[in-house]
Every structure is written in C-alpha cells, then in structure tokens.
C-alpha cells in the first residue's frame, strides 16, 4: 500500500511520544520538507499497523555551524570548505491516530521505535479506505495529498465560524458550505452584510432587507439607540410608545356594550410619534425634564426618513424563515440598510421569529436552520450591546436542541466576537488572521496541534485549516477548498 501512494523521505530518531514523533529527512528528499503533509510512519514492531499524522517544526540544522557555538566561520566565512558541512533537515510527525484493518483510529497506543521508516501521503484516496469516503460534506481536499476530507454535518448544530484576512475566501468557503449543507438537508437565512458576497451568486434567493418588517418592540431599541437615549431610562416609555402606536384603536361604549376594536392602518411619521410618545409618557408620570429630552433628542438625532421607511416595510420576519423553510435559503441584501442599528434589527427579528415558529410548533423540529451572519463583529461584539446579540447568544447556548444553529464569519476572533459566542463553536475554519492573539484565542477552545502563526502566514487564497467536531481527526487539517460559483 505505502508504494502505490506514498514516498519514502526518511527516519524517525529518539524523543518519540504518543503526541509526536521526531524525524530527519534523507538528505536526497530534503525538497519535500514541508509542513502540513500528511504522513505515516512504519515501525517494524508494530505488524499491520501504521501511525498516522501531519509533519510540522521542520528545521534545518548544522553540527558544525551551530547557533550557540561560536566559530572562525562565523568571522571568516571564506575559509569554510562546504565540503565538510552536513547540513540536515528535522521535523515532527504531529499524531493524529494509528492506521491499521480496522480503520483509523485517533488513539495512538504506542511509542515509534527510532529508526521506523517515514513515508509522505502524495494520493491521499487511499485513506479513503481507512477513513471511509462516503456520507459527510465536501468543501475542500487536503492541500498536499488531495484526500477528499468529508465534514460531519451531524455536528453542525454545535455551530461554527469562519476567521481570516480580507481576501483568503472567506465567502467562497461558506458559499460551498451553504451549497453542501442544503445538499444533505439543511436550509440556510444569509444575511449578507455588504451585499456583494452572497447576493450576487444567489440572486434568486435575495431579499432587499428594506422590504422587512421590523417588529414594534425592536422599533423601540432602534430608536432609542438612534436617539442616543439610555435603555435603562428610556426602554420602557420607548417600548409602550411603539407597541400602542400600532394597536388598534380603542373600543367605544355603545349604550350596555363594548364595540369591536377599530383596524387602522399604521402611518409612520417623525413628529407623529413624538406627539404619541410624549402622550404616553406624562400618561405614566414620567418627569418633565424626560418627557423634554425625548423629545429634543429624537427631533436632532433621528432622520425622518427612517420612519418613511417604516410605512414600506411589508415582510415579516416569520416570512423570510418560512422561505427559507420551503426553498432551503434566503439570503438578506442588508446592504439596502445603511443604518447598523437597523441591519442589528432584522437579524434580531428574524433569529427571533424562528425561535417562536420552532416553539409553536408551526416548523418541524429540529430546523435544521443555519443562520450565516457576515461581517459578524458588527453584530455580536465583546464590549458593546446591540440589538441582536442577545437572539444570538440564546441561539448559540440553547439552539441546539431546536436545530437551530449558527455560522459566524469575521476577520478576527479574540475582540471581534463576544467571548460566550465564540466559546460555543463547535467548529472553526482559519487561515492567515489579522492579528496573533487570534491564533492563541481558538487554541484556548480547539485543540490547534502546534500550529504556528509563521505556518499561517504562507497560506494562499482558499487554503484554511479545519479544527473541531465536523472534522473527523478532530485535529486540524489544511484544506484547500474547491471552486463554487
């Protein structure tokens, strides 16, 4: 097996662990002395049995010109005679299991005797014998052996996040993973911060986010966040304000009976509802100054434009799940929104909605509801409120059940996403991040296996590492994922 898919470039040497595995290349096969190939060590005590991992920590070495031995080549180098030098080149074997006639097993039970031989996977299909080939999604092949590496999509309910650069193809990947999701069942509401990432390649699935209605109590949030009024002294008058403002009108007495309530329909307008907020303030004896401030404060802050667009939202939020729900995707334009307080609210709306259709019973359960939140450092913050965090963060801790699930897409982790998000991801997608405290804040939730900020560094376009439930070593592996449209 080892000759039809894989080659020979060495030996393993004294240090061996269940962990890893230090081995020196063959002087001939120095060239292949790259990180992140896959490889199999064969140790001639262990019959049928193969160990099984990634190399990592290459190094090359010297025995004469060393880096704490000082040495006349040091100030002389034209006296050295490179015939005498013997360079050599190390490295690790990161384990990741045993290979052996009952699969791969990720339990690595023994010690590699040094001297076993070291082979490189260069046809990867052939763990697909090992590690089976069927069943899973398929985003990408791993970067040096091409193994088709198939993701446990049963584990997509423990949620997941997608971490990189501008430009490593953080939206190629998600595009493949949102095809690939709804391949084996799972249906998917997008909300495409910019506009550009998603709508483009599913216009038939595009809601311009102008077209949502948003909910009177979150009207509130929006307003008072706009007005730049603090919801802990404004929340309640705010949230009374909206909710009437909509409410039919109220019954009359005529003669011994009640009439039936009067439908109106509901007209936004600026200075309509500061008439109709203050009303209901001095209604609850709030104090003049208040009342004063409100008032001042939604007239200078608060454009009239935005409850004109009010009046023009027609969907509701439950219609945009239930597209969803019978299309398998919907994909919110929120660009249309310029206000971010706004974008926070149809997210906020719309996580929320489902959350009530799952509890009523009116969506079979589980969901299997995946809600793919672009550009997410503006929507779940670690230092700052915002409307919709708290539909994601019930989402993230309690969606599970329900099969509701998230997708979270950044360019950083550590202060972008709020720290009780991002410990809930269950599976993270990386490549070249935009800071080193990014690196150190997965390894603190996923085991990242000695991956190293300079090995991120050299990745390319649509190359991420893999790490978490849905990959089946459990350990990262370096996918280069596959073109979609």
């Not at 240090?15 to 001939?28: T, W």
């Not at 590690?131 to 052996?145: C, L, N, Q, R, T």
């Not at 994601?392 to 998000?421: F, H, M, N, Y």
């Not at 935009?434 to 376009?461: N, P, V």
Request: glycine share 8%.
């Amino acid at each position: 097996m080892l000759d039809k898919c894989c080659v020979e470039v060495g030996i393993t040497v004294s240090g061996a662990s269940s962990l890893a595995i230090p081995i020196q290349f063959y002087r001939r096969m120095e060239d292949n002395a790259v990180e992140e190939q896959l490889a199999l060590v064969r140790d001639p005590s262990l019959k049928g049995r193969l160990f099984f991992g990634v190399v990592r920590r290459i190094t090359k070495l010297e025995p004469l010109v060393r880096d704490r031995v000082r040495n006349p080549f040091v100030d002389r180098p034209e006296i050295m005679d490179q015939s005498i030098l013997m360079p050599f080149t190390n490295g690790i074997v990161r384990l990741y299991g045993m290979i052996g006639p009952g699969g791969l097993s990720t339990e690595v039970s023994h010690v590699a005797t040094p001297g076993s031989k070291v082979f490189l996977v260069r046809d990867g299909t052939v763990l697909n014998e090992y590690a089976g080939s069927g069943g899973g999604i398929h985003v990408g092949d791993h970067k040096y052996s091409n193994w088709s590496i198939r993701l446990d999509h049963s584990f997509v309910n423990y949620h997941m996040g997608v971490f990189g650069a501008t430009g490593v193809g953080k939206s190629r990947l998600i595009r493949g993973l949102i095809g690939e999701l709804r391949r084996v069942g799972y249906r998917a509401v997008v909300f495409d911060h910019s506009g550009v990432d998603y709508v483009p390649h599913m216009k038939e699935h595009a809601i311009s986010s102008k077209q949502i209605r948003i909910s009177p109590p979150t009207i509130a949030s929006v307003i008072a966040s706009k007005a730049r009024l603090g919801w802990q002294s404004y929340g309640e008058y705010m949230e009374v304000a909206t909710i009437t403002y909509t409410m039919p009108e109220e019954p009359k007495r005529r003669g011994t009976l009640l009439e039936e309530p009067v439908p109106r329909e509901v007209k936004w307008s600026k200075q309509g509802f500061i008439k109709h907020l203050v009303e209901k303030m001095r209604e609850v004896g709030a104090r003049d100054s208040s009342v004063e401030k409100a008032k001042l404060f939604i007239e200078y802050f608060v454009d009239d434009s935005f409850f004109d667009e009010l009046n023009r939202r027609s969907l509701e939020p439950g219609d945009v799940v239930r597209r969803a729900a019978s299309d398998g995707l919907a994909v919110i334009d929120l660009s249309a929104d310029t206000d971010l307080t706004v974008k926070q609210a149809i997210i906020a709306d719309i996580i929320e909605a489902a959350w009530d259709m799952v509890k009523r019973g009116t969506i079979e359960i589980p969901a299997n509801l995946v809600f793919v939140i672009d550009e997410a450092q503006n929507y779940v913050p670690e230092d700052e409120w915002t409307i919709c965090k708290d539909p994601i963060e019930t989402t993230v801790r309690e969606g599970r059940k329900w099969g509701l699930s998230l997708l979270l897409a950044s360019q950083r982790i550590a202060r972008d996403i709020k720290s009780s998000v991002r410990a809930n991801l269950g599976t993270v997608f990386f490549s070249r991040l935009s800071a080193q405290a990014d690196l150190k804040e997965i390894g603190a939730y996923l085991d990242i296996a000695d991956i190293s900020e300079g090995t991120l560094s050299q990745l390319g376009t649509r190359e991420f590492f893999v790490a978490g439930l849905m990959n089946p070593l459990r350990k990262p592996l370096l996918l280069k994922v596959r073109e979609v449209e």
